[in-house]
């Protein structure tokens, strides 16, 4: 997805807090998600925000919304060793109705 | 019994040869897509359907077809596969935007090895 850009390896430790970044190109897009992709598996929706937002907070995962430079965030508190996954970052192309992927975001936690 | 069904799951075949993999769905959802997973490349979509009748190519479509056979099921066919080919395929639902949040359901994945 070269719309959607997000690094593609992060590393942290157990206990601590994750950052994953992504900007975005379509700034008329209703929804912005975070898709989680554990090993061998498909990709489950982890959280959403609505463009009318700046803040969603949903347990340990905070998503933060700057639609001035289209950027999102998702944090994840006190990660944990089951956290390791590929996290992506998605927009919804009004223009298109469809979804548009990043290119995955591997975090690592070190037990 | 999962709600987005592929198969197969993983599949090795020789350049040439003609595949198809099949998908699909209990949720009831009149969206379909087929997404590619290359690594550090993410999903890119290769067809999408919006009901039956209905069939787009998506960014990546050369080289690909797809058959929209019923409100449930989808399948994608390469006609003469290549080794660029090899690569995670995933089939994907949804409701549209408008009447939800536009969220995708994705099976489980089909590991397609060209040689």
């Known amino acids: 997805g070269e719309d959607v850009e997000q690094s593609l390896f992060l590393s942290v430790r157990e206990g601590d807090s994750s950052v994953i970044n992504c900007t975005y190109t379509d700034s008329s897009s209703t929804y912005l998600y975070w898709y989680k992709q554990e090993p061998g598996a498909g990709l489950q929706l982890l959280t959403y925000?609505?463009?009318?937002?700046d803040m969603k907070q949903d347990q340990r995962l905070t998503v933060l919304l700057n639609k001035k430079d289209k950027h999102l965030s998702l944090r994840i508190a006190d990660t944990q060793t089951g956290d390791s996954a590929i996290y992506f970052c998605a927009e919804e192309k009004t223009s298109y109705d469809k979804v548009i992927f990043g290119p995955g975001t591997s975090l690592s936690v070190i037990p | 019994d999962a709600d987005v069904t592929q198969t197969p799951r993983n599949r090795i075949t020789k350049t040439g040869k003609r595949i198809m993999l099949e998908c699909s769905q209990t949720?009831?959802?009149?969206?379909m897509y087929w997404y590619r997973q290359d690594p550090g490349l993410g999903l890119r979509l290769i067809y999408y359907s919006f009901d039956v009748k209905d069939i787009n190519k998506g960014e990546i479509s050369d080289g690909y077809s797809v058959s929209r056979q019923a409100q449930a099921k989808f399948s994608l066919s390469l006609e003469s596969a290549i080794p660029n080919q090899t690569a995670l395929y995933f089939c994907?639902?949804?409701?549209?935007?408008?009447?939800?949040?536009?969220?995708?359901?994705f099976g489980e994945g089909s590991r397609l090895t060209v040689l």
């Open positions: 925000i609505f463009s009318n937002m």
């Open positions: 994907a639902t949804s409701d549209p935007v408008g009447q939800n949040t536009g969220e995708l359901f």
């Open positions: 949720k009831g959802h009149d969206r």
